[in-house]
């Protein structure tokens, strides 16, 4: 590497490289494989009841806020350090419409998920002028400002203490049941982020990650894309908080908190930005690690910045992008 | 009347205060590009070190010499030791230097744990003074003071030394001064120390009058960034300015909305980035 300073040209994000095509074989064992990764799920709540059900709906749900992320992060090159604040609104929103205002969980995630919608269209508005670095900085003030919201508004928030209270109606309550709920709006929802980003919209948004002056160029509206795909990835970002306040009954300020959101994109990066279903690896990988570490000790905070540290000097294109990396270096020297 | 001064005062030395931080955060910005969020967490670090020297010395001189160069040589490691394997990538390198952050937080917080702590300050700034009919305390004072006295020092230093020419070269091109033949490395490694020194500085100086405790990095690194994001990137005057204006409607806001004093800061800041990006006195790069 030569001493070439840095350029606001490099801002963007190496997404992974996409996979090869496949052949018939190939593609018949990821179909054996999807199949064998869908009856593990199913099979989940009776294998392991208990806390490790609970553990996985945890995954499931961390892993949308991840995807949603991804969608920006992977497809339009616009890494957010904000999603964790549009995910905190959302439970925020539920929580205090079936505690305050003792209304239906239902008609509350409706409101969540509206609310998030909205936050987004605003963080949106401001974002999309900006690329790069820019627009980290300014993801990251604007979730802040929805922490310190919440932090002080305390009439409405509940402050530090949060807001605490039975969302999930009683039919839910037990836990396979829950975890099927979970399952099959997680899946819905992964279904319809993958559409999404397979769509000549998301074709679109990957063509604005490489060059944006071409794509204007070509006669795309830039800002117009950008806007629709972060009000599209604040949707799926507000869903996700209102499961996780169907499943945690709780919110405060933590939340909201940029930890949140580093958390997410962490997820991101280990299961490789711009691989989507890397989410859920990642989610599964930060969540299972997140419980194995405080079990030991509680310096987690540590573990995750160290994580972020050696991520980044090691492997940056993540766990995902990583396998496929040394798979295709294994592969062009037989082909050789 | 006189409560309004007093809350102008204490505005204005607040913002003296997130100069200083933010002056160095921008130096580092302009330059190489680099978001360095752990600026916060060098923020309290400097602080909790001040904290000690001045405890065992009992001199406060002492402890913000000691923070500036402590803190000087944790830059001079985070750059040579792990942004360098990095360069190239502004995304990557921010993401570190939040990693950074949180290790260097949560280290902060098993030394010292969570009980706030104020560092020392002499004799001679303690108590009020009397201005007129207006009493306040005489340390805020001398932080406004001191942070005039950081601004001018560094625009003498840009303006005037080699250094600050190939900062200001590099600012608005590093490529080009190191076409040149000027080791610019160098130069990224120095600025990346005086940068650090300056929120070494910060904490000491933010210890004695805002406490120092867990959490005091992100809120200062906050502000911070409001103030970078309004002034823009690299300049020292929009930093002041930014300071100012983040400064006065932070200890505003409190008086006026005291639960929603986050949005008062963040409202104007939000307006001002629909219609400058760049901020204030950003430059395109």
Redesign the interface.
Request: aromatic share 10%; proline share 8%.
């Given at each position: 590497?030569s001493?070439?300073?840095?350029?606001?040209g490099?801002?963007?994000?190496?997404a992974v490289a996409p996979a090869r095509r496949r052949t018939p074989a190939a593609s018949r064992t990821r179909i054996v494989l999807a199949v064998i990764f869908a009856a593990l799920l199913v099979a989940v709540p009776f294998v392991v009841p208990g806390y490790k059900t609970s553990l996985v709906i945890e995954t499931l749900i961390f892993a949308t806020l991840a995807m949603s992320i991804d969608l920006l992060a992977g497809y339009a090159g616009r890494?957010s350090l904000g999603h964790g604040a549009i995910f905190g609104i959302a439970t925020y929103v539920v929580l205090y419409h079936v505690t305050t205002n003792a209304g239906s969980p239902w008609v509350g995630m409706l409101l969540g998920v509206v609310a998030a919608t909205l936050a987004a269209v605003v963080f949106a508005?401001?974002a999309i002028?900006?690329s790069?670095?820019?627009f980290?900085?300014?993801t990251?003030?604007?979730g802040?400002?929805v922490?310190?919201?919440c932090?002080?508004?305390?009439?409405v928030t509940g402050g530090e203490n949060g807001l605490r209270g039975t969302v999930a109606p009683a039919w839910l309550s037990p836990q396979p049941v829950f975890y099927f709920f979970i399952l099959i709006v997680t899946s819905v929802m992964t279904w319809l982020m993958w559409r999404f980003a397979r769509s000549p919209f998301g074709l679109t948004l990957q063509g604005i990650r490489e060059s944006e002056s071409r794509m204007r160029a070509l006669g795309y509206n830039v800002p117009l894309h950008l806007f629709i795909a972060f009000t599209v990835s604040g949707f799926f970002a507000g869903l996700a908080g209102t499961l996780y306040a169907f499943f945690n009954s709780f919110v405060s300020p933590a939340t909201v908190a940029?930890a949140q959101s580093?958390e997410g994109?962490l997820m991101v990066?280990v299961g490789g930005v711009g691989t989507l279903f890397g989410g859920l690896v990642g989610a599964a990988v930060i969540i299972a690690l997140e419980n194995v570490v405080s079990f030991y000790t509680e310096?987690w905070?540590?573990v995750?910045?160290?994580?972020?540290?050696v991520t980044?000097?090691f492997a940056?294109e993540g766990l995902l992008g990583w396998g496929r990396a040394v798979l295709a270096r294994r592969a062009s020297r037989k082909e050789s | 009347m006189s409560m309004t001064v007093f809350q102008a005062l204490n505005g204005a030395t607040f913002a003296a205060l997130l100069f200083i931080v933010a002056s160095g955060f921008t130096l580092i910005f302009g330059l190489m590009r680099i978001v360095n969020l752990a600026h916060g967490a060098l923020y309290l670090v400097g602080g909790y070190l001040g904290l000690v020297v001045a405890g065992r010395s009992g001199s406060f001189t002492l402890a913000l010499v000691g923070a500036a160069i402590a803190i000087a040589i944790v830059g001079f490691l985070t750059y040579t030791l792990l942004l360098r394997f990095v360069g190239g990538n502004v995304l990557r390198q921010v993401l570190l230097t939040l990693g950074l952050a949180l290790v260097l937080d949560d280290l902060a917080l098993v030394i010292f744990g969570g009980d706030a702590f104020t560092v020392p300050i002499p004799e001679t700034l303690r108590g009020p003074v009397q201005i007129g009919t207006l009493v306040y305390p005489k340390y805020r004072l001398f932080l406004l003071l001191f942070s005039v006295l950081v601004f001018i020092a560094l625009a003498l230093l840009l303006r005037y030394t080699r250094l600050g020419a190939l900062i200001r070269a590099g600012v608005d091109d590093s490529e080009m001064v190191d076409a040149m033949g000027i080791d610019i490395r160098r130069v990224f490694i120095y600025t990346f120390m005086v940068g650090a020194a300056l929120a070494g500085v910060g904490g000491v100086l933010g210890g004695a009058f805002l406490t120092l405790y867990p959490t005091a990095d992100s809120d200062i690194l906050v502000f911070s960034l409001a103030v970078v994001i309004i002034g823009g990137r690299g300049s020292l005057v929009g930093t002041a300015i930014g300071s100012l204006f983040v400064g006065m409607l932070a200890t505003f806001g409190q008086v006026w909305f005291p639960e929603l004093a986050y949005f008062v800061i963040f409202g104007p800041m939000a307006l001002l980035l629909a219609f400058r990006p760049l901020g204030l006195f950003g430059k395109t790069a």
């Open positions: 590497m001493a070439a300073p840095p350029t606001e490099e801002a963007g994000w190496e890494v508005l401001l002028r900006t790069g670095v820019y980290l900085l300014l990251l003030a604007l802040m400002i922490w310190g919201m932090l002080r508004w305390t009439s940029l580093v994109l990066i310096r905070p540590m995750l910045g160290l994580m972020f540290i980044m000097i940056p | -």
